[in-house]
Every structure is written in C-alpha cells, then in structure tokens.
C-alpha cells in the first residue's frame, strides 16, 4: 500500500504567534476552516489545543447544507511552534510547522501523511489551498485592525 504524503508551504504576512492562535482557536478557524463554498459554524467547533485534546468541526456547504463533520486528536501543540494531530475517521496526520521569518511574517509548512485516496485528486487539493487563501484574508483582517 502506497503511504499518501502532501507538503504544502505557505507565507503569512502575520506574527507567528498570531497565526498558531488561528489554527488553534475556534472563533479564528470558523473564518477559514474550509474551503470556498463551505463554512465552519463556530457553535459547531471544538478544539482543546493539548496533546489528546479533541478538535472537531463541521464543515456546511453554503450550497445545498451538506454537512462534513470531521474529527481528530491533538498529538503535539507546542505553541507558537508546532502542531499536529490525527484524523479519527481516516488516519490521516497532519502537522504543521510555523516559521517566525522576522517583520512579523510566517512560514507554514505543512505536511499531511496517510491522506486518503480522495484528498490526492488535484481539485480536492485546489480546495484546500483555498481554505488558506481564507487564512490569509482573515490574518490580513487582523493584523490591518492591529496597525
């Protein structure tokens, strides 16, 4: 069985310590979890940012109200460096280190082992590079309200 892998490298005109909060932080992640098209109701979001500590979301289509529950562990938080958890339902692994690369910009590399055959398809993946196209928009609504 061929083991799935995808590294995804992104930079972020934020504090590192800013961006690890967004990824760990319910009423930052109902504003991108997801890609374009779907929301995160913040009411529907858990995370309990320690190692065992649950996340869980559910993401809405905007579309037609489909709804994708997700849930996974927590491995390792070690802020504002690392995180990493593990996907309930598939195994997936996703761990996500932040860069601090000085005048308040962050590079995150994250790295997705065990992805599911599904997730590998090119549109599954645009998808995703959307949700942190939405990252980024909702760091550039934080950090312009900080200036």
Do not use: K
């Not at 489909?66 to 460096?81: C, H």
């Not at 692994?93 to 398809?121: C, H, K, S, Y």
């Amino acid at each position: 069985m061929t083991e799935h892998v995808l590294h995804v490298t992104r930079t972020f005109d934020a504090p590192r310590h800013l961006v690890f909060s967004c990824m760990t932080e319910p009423e930052h992640l109902t504003h991108f979890w997801g890609p374009i098209g779907t929301s995160a109701p913040l009411d529907q979001i858990t995370a309990d940012a320690r190692p065992g500590g649950a996340f869980r979301t559910v993401m809405v289509n905007d579309a037609d109200g489909s709804a994708y529950p997700t849930s996974a562990r927590y491995l390792e938080v070690s802020a504002p460096e690392r995180l990493s958890w593990i996907e309930d339902h598939s195994g997936m692994t996703v761990t996500a280190t932040f860069t601090d690369l000085g005048d308040d910009r962050t590079q995150v590399d994250i790295e997705q082992i065990n992805v599911p055959a599904q997730m590998m398809d090119p549109a599954a993946q645009a998808g995703f590079l959307t949700s942190l196209d939405r990252f980024a928009a909702h760091l550039a609504r934080l950090t312009g309200a900080q200036r």
